[in-house]
């Protein structure tokens, strides 16, 4: 009995007291740290290992690698957390409704995470991503007809979603490297 005892402490001491005490980034993320007294740090720690005081100081990683954001019919609208969507619905230049389905390639500004963390929260994705692909791909799909929105300049299409998407997204620390479109279907209402 005893002995079990001595086990259970021991790994409350060495689960929550010692690695309370540093913070591990791993490549690819980078952490900010929310102290009780000043609120979230301006600074933030990039991969390796990092001092924090422990039951003072919280830490939360931070992905800054590509993201992809899936919007695809495959897409579980039960897990809003998650980066992606269900097929965008949107209007033509012609008035024809359509589905658009596609990847957008994001990035979050390793310098601009902890304004993010403390003026959006960690439902960034909720919140500013989702909400503002769904509102720029319908204004863009508005400019276009629906044949030239599906092959003759898709292209153009693409470079204009991510330009506008740029505009709102990187001014709050999130980078557009790219939008993919990979399929735009009329919707069952326009068959």
Known sequence: MAEGIDKLMYSFVVDDVLKGFFIHVPPGYVACVYDLGRGVLKKIYKPGLHLKIPFWQKATLFNTQTLEYNISKKFDVNKPQLLGDQPITASTKESKKIAVEGTILLRLD???????WQSIGEQFVEKIIRPTIQSRIRLIAAKYTFDEINANRRDEVEIDARKE???????RGIFVE??????????????
Do not use: C, F, G, M
């Not at 390793?110 to 993010?116: N, T």
């Not at 939008?179 to 326009?190: D, G, P, Q």
């Open 178 to 191: 790219n939008v993919l479109l990979s399929e735009i279907n009329l919707t069952h209402a326009e068959k």
């Open 165 to 171: 998407l740029e505009r709102i997204l990187y001014p």
């Open 110 to 116: 390793a310098e601009q995470i902890p304004e993010i």
